[in-house]
């Protein structure tokens, strides 16, 4: 009994002990509260895993410290690298097929493990790792629920639990044993394009439903069904403090305590390392200015020593290129830190060779190398992937549940009625009669992209329409459904009808986005879609009664849109099942209340439109309705009409930056691109190509994950590509002060043709400048602005006061060059590159 008792003891220090580095004191860990690891150490499985290693060469535990992205690393990439894992990036499908079958999954998971286990007799299964944020979202058909906040906003950790185990069984079918999530960040920064992965403000709530995700998607730790009988692997991510940013700047710096890091931002994990959750995916984030992907104090001493963590730490998207020193293809600080795993999508055969010279020059010890793979091979055994068949003879490959089930799509739906929650129902609107005639209004009410969000099949949820939503229900769809054989519906996207509506329903708000490019200056929806304001005050003056449902990744300010509203539902970003938000703005046949609204605010709505921040003390600014509000057809309250606008959708009348495109388009302007076989086509997607192919736009990155845009025209006649308004810009003031337009640019190739950039001003109103001598003069492959006076556009006659294009470049030879920022700049006309004599006001 005494030598199993030392024994036990050993293996757990073996397993929880840092057992390389040099110690960061940068901290202190007393501020950690030590969580209880509900998985036990296991002799037997230690044992298995020290005679693994024993047989492996040093190149084989490199290669299974690497996960490559599917587009860039095929199964015999794998057999000869033995690569550890594989992962699907947003957007990427096999075969590049975007309506990929789930059986179309599977043969490339049969074919990664086939090759996988055929690597020098050490049969080790790769392990397929994809973001299932809300769903199986990457897959053609599959079931979305909603995003976080939305389920934060139901608060009901059992829906949560079976929705974790919904989404395990669609992952689990297409051959993939891991998924990305849950999101434990406690978002404290609305402006933060992430806000909707966090489940609320409120720490506790973060803590419980991250752990009911964990226990759905791995099974309860400890029972029979610990990651079998189709469960997956979770992550907790983005450890840690990327919720909490200065400016709630994506990937920015969180400039607090280390106190309140461990009890506000450490609360989700104290859940899902509780629920035993076996890997950790790093933030992209730093924490008083050091970068987390190279934080061995958080990594190493907090999170596997203090924490106790024993599975794997998993970097996120080239994270390790940002850490000091570092690229994406070579980041000692960052293996020393304590990553194990290390997801470099493309660079990847590069990092093995870097890492290789690393250790054989003395840089990483063995130790370090071995503690990762131990950790790797410890959850891959604790999994059953070791001892399993191919993903396509795994009973999980067969369930009785497919993707895209009845059952999951009930419950989705499910979802949506308990995620809503009523702001507003003055004279008791809601819950409308079946037997009206109801219009249907605003350009969310029948896309199920809108309603779905970022993180759907694409990375930033764009470029899809509903055909790619196979058994899936659009707001527009649900509503239909509930007064057909009473009542009547009318569609419309500008708010015109045949016959005058008993009442509208007007489906308003953001547009899709992800990581960065979701990212906002300000809370002002009215100022970002003024067209949305526009639609409901005409309603307003008609006399017709107005029910505003607005789909959002976050707390917006909206009181110009509540003011024109009879009632107002806040439905976040529901998913593909829209029909569960007629279920519950319309009565029963009978008249009686088919379902109450029982969602409750997860963040605070703020009262004015720079209010975008958590403050956690008295010194908080009131606001307009706080976490936890939420109107009931049992609890109704009436809201006045005359909150403050602060002039929310006036023109701009001081000279002010205006950033047109940063990561991303910056609301209200798109970019598009054309030629003469349709001059305005929306760029969606990681790749958009003209319907005649003279231009093509597709992502890159410049510093971080898809930041910038290439623009390639291939001479094979006009192509543009542009930035254009949802609504009419007044940019005089800008053009008093000063202002100019600046471009920030990679110039790729020079020109054979003369280049044009243009201001319009509803086309043909505009104006154009020659770019061709600044091509000539601009340094190829260095990034540069250029920049151009705003008086030479009005002195060829563009009116500055109703601008739709801010920003044209065309031509019709060949070109390459990639654009990470455009905006109008005051002050900065006399040091434009083009420039031309005007009066100063």
């Known amino acids: 009994m005494k030598k199993r008792l030392i024994a036990a003891v050993c293996l757990a220090a073996l397993m929880a002990a840092p057992i390389y580095g040099t110690p ?71 075969q590049t097929n975007k309506q990929a079958k789930p059986g179309d999954w599977l043969a490339l998971a049969d074919a990664y493990h086939e090759a996988a286990v055929d690597v020098g007799g050490t049969r080790i299964p790769v392990l397929w ?167 061995e104090y958080l990594l190493n001493q907090v999170l596997k020593g203090r924490l106790g963590f024993d599975g794997i730490v998993v970097s996120d998207w080239n994270g390790i290129g940002q850490v000091s020193g570092c690229s994406n293809a070579d980041c000692v600080p960052a293996v020393l830190a304590g990553i194990d795993l290390f997801m470099v999508p493309e660079e990847w055969k ?17 130790t370090r190398i071995d503690d990762a793979v131990r950790r790797i091979l410890r959850v891959k055994l604790r999994a059953g992937l070791l001892d399993a068949p191919l993903p396509s003879q795994r009973n999980a490959a067969r369930p009785p549940k497919p993707v895209g089930a009845a059952e999951h799509r009930a419950l989705a739906r499910r979802a949506v009625r308990e995620s809503l929650v009523l702001l507003k129902n003055n004279k008791a609107l809601l819950p409308l009669k079946t037997d009206m005639h109801v219009l249907v209004a605003g350009d969310g009410a029948d896309d ?15 470029g899809n329409s509903n055909a790619d939503f196979p058994g899936a229900t659009s707001i527009y769809a649900g509503i239909a459904d509930a007064v057909k054989g009473r009542g009547s519906v009318e569609r419309s996207l500008d708010g015109s009808y045949k016959t005058k509506p008993d009442a509208a329903i007007v489906v308003i708000g953001e547009e899709p986005y992800a990581e960065g490019q979701g990212d906002r200056r300000d809370l002002n929806q009215a100022r970002a879609r003024p067209a949305d304001l526009a639609l409901l005050k005409k309603l307003k003056a008609q006399g017709i009664p107005v029910v505003t449902v607005l ?85 109704p309250a009436t809201l006045g009409e005359d909150l403050p606008e602060f002039g929310a959708a006036e023109a701009v009348t001081a000279a002010a930056e205006m950033i047109l495109f940063e990561r991303g388009p910056v609301a ?79 110039l790729e190739s020079r020109p054979t043709q003369p280049v044009e950039l243009r201001i319009d001003c509803g086309y043909p109103c ?22 151009m006076d705003l008086y030479c556009f009005e002195k060829a006659g563009a009116d500055l006061k109703r601008v739709d294009t801010g920003m044209l470049i065309a031509t019709s030879g060949k070109l390459s060059l990639g654009i990470t920022g455009v905006r109008m700049v005051p002050g900065m006309a006399g040091k434009a590159v083009i420039r031309c004599e005007a009066p100063r006001e």
């Open 668 to 746: 209200p302007w798109k970019l598009s691109l054309g030629d003469k076989g349709g001059w305005s086509l929306p760029v969606t997607g990681n790749t958009t190509t003209s319907a005649n192919g003279a231009v093509t736009v597709s992502s890159f990155d410049r510093k971080v994950q898809e930041d910038s845009r290439r623009v390639v025209w291939n001479g094979s006649g006009v192509g543009q590509v542009f930035l254009n308004s949802t609504s009419p810009q007044d940019l005089t003031a800008l053009r008093k002060g000063g202002g100019a337009l600046v471009i920030d640019m990679l």
């Open 129 to 295: 790792g994809t973001d299932a944020v809300h769903g199986h979202n990457n897959v053609f058909g599959a079931t979305l629920f909603p995003h976080n906040l939305g389920l934060g906003a139901a608060n009901d950790p059992a829906l949560v639990e079976a929705i974790g185990a919904a989404t395990a069984e669609e992952v689990a079918a297409t051959g993939i044993g891991w998924v990305f999530a849950p999101t434990v960040a406690v978002a404290s920064d609305f402006r933060w394009g992430r806000t909707y992965e966090s489940y609320s403000e409120n720490p506790d709530i973060v803590k419980v439903l991250g752990a009911a995700l964990v226990n759905g998607l791995q099974g309860r730790a400890g029972s029979a069904d610990f990651l079998r009988n189709g469960r997956v692997i979770a992550t907790t991510k983005h450890f840690i403090g990327d919720g909490a940013t200065a400016g709630g700047v994506d990937q920015g710096d969180a400039r607090i305590s280390e106190a309140e890091l461990a009890a506000v931002h450490g609360a989700g994990y104290r859940g899902t390392l509780g629920a035993g959750a076996q890997t950790v995916m790093v933030s992209f984030n730093s924490w008083q200015g050091k970068k987390l992907h190279g934080h």
């Open 766 to 787: 505009g104006a154009k400048g020659n770019l061709s001598d600044v091509f000539k003069r601009a340094p190829l492959n260095t990034w540069f602005s250029l920049s």
């Open 350 to 366: 590069a990092f093995h060779a870097n890492l290789l010279a690393a250790v054989k020059r003395g840089q990483v010890p063995m």
């Open 24 to 94: 960061q004191a940068s901290g202190n860990t007393a501020n950690w509260e030590p969580i209880a690891n509900p998985v036990p150490a296991n002799a037997a499985l230690e044992k298995r895993i020290d005679g693994i290693l024993a047989a492996m060469t040093l190149e084989q535990k490199v290669g299974q410290m690497i996960q490559a992205e599917i587009r860039s690393a095929s199964p015999a990439d794998v057999r000869k690298y033995a690569l550890g894992s594989v992962l699907n990036g947003g957007g990427s499908f096999p």
């Open 448 to 462: 199920i992209a809108r309603q779905s969000g970022g993180w759907t099949l694409t990375w930033q949820g764009t």
């Open 551 to 635: 789909l959002s990744g976050r707390p917006l300010w909206t009181n110009p849109e509540l003011n024109q509203s009879d009632a107002f539902v806040a439905a976040w970003l529901p998913g593909s099942e829209g029909a569960g938000i007629a279920d519950v703005l319309f009565r029963k046949a009978d008249g009686g209340i088919a379902h109450d609204f029982t969602g409750r605010l997860p963040f605070r709505w703020p009262a004015e439109p720079q209010q975008a921040q958590v403050i956690r003390d008295a010194s908080a600014p009131k606001a307009l309705f706080n976490a936890g509000y939420g109107l009931s057809y049992a609890r």
